[in-house]
């Protein structure tokens, strides 16, 4: 019985997109997916648990590849076709899906191991260690794209902008250190004299005893009378 694909089903295994589950057992999953020519296809896929066991993994892709094997030399219709199939970390295998018939659970069969593998059946079934794991094995991520590789002319068109600008910016150093030795630096000039008007002098009084200036031809004369001396005695001064 189909049902919808739970939190953690693969959207994709290889070309096939997954649209259901088909069945869930303890050694991996099968879903009902769709091919890119719109053929539906039964694909198995792993448990977690038992994609890590290498030796689980081991039986599952040796039945997987003697089925495509068989199926090429013979034509066998015991097993289904193989379509395809892919034996990485997270093992699966697609075949034709027929409602009611063998799909590819057949191959999840390998995987278990039941009773004693030497004589008969003393003790109780094996049981592996992953076996409570019910999570589907999902493949790696894709690498990341490798980064675009550049064209000789890009790379060539990138040079020549690069020593573009590189020139331009030596042109400018090398003009301005010119134009700084070539230039004196500019002279301040001088602030404009202030003028401050002041007032004619005014001409002190005489004392007494003493005689203005008189103007006369040779220059000016000043002659002094001391008291109790005559007109006559005085010298120039």
Known sequence: ?????????????????????????????????QGPDGRAVSVALLTRGAALD?????RFVTAARE?????RRRGSRAAPTVLAMDGGPAPWVAVPYAPGGAGAERFL????VSGMLLG????PDF?????GDRDPALPAPAPPAPPPVMTGRTVGLAAALLGTLVTLMIVMAWLLLFRMESDPPPIRPLPPPVVVPTPPPTPASPRPGEQSPTPSQGGTERRTTLPGQ???????I
């Open 1 to 33: 019985m189909a049902t919808p694909l739970q939190y953690g089903d693969p959207p994709h295994l290889g070309p096939f997109v997954l649209q259901a589950r088909l069945m869930t057992g303890p050694a991996g999953l099968v879903y009902l997916g």
């Open 54 to 58: 290498p030796a689980a993994r081991d």
């Open 67 to 71: 089925a495509e094997r068989r199926g």
């Open 109 to 112: 069969e390998p995987v278990m």
């Open 120 to 123: 008969d059946r003393n003790g």
């Open 127 to 131: 049981v592996p260690y992953w076996l």
């Open 230 to 236: 005559d007109d006559d005695i005085g010298g120039d």
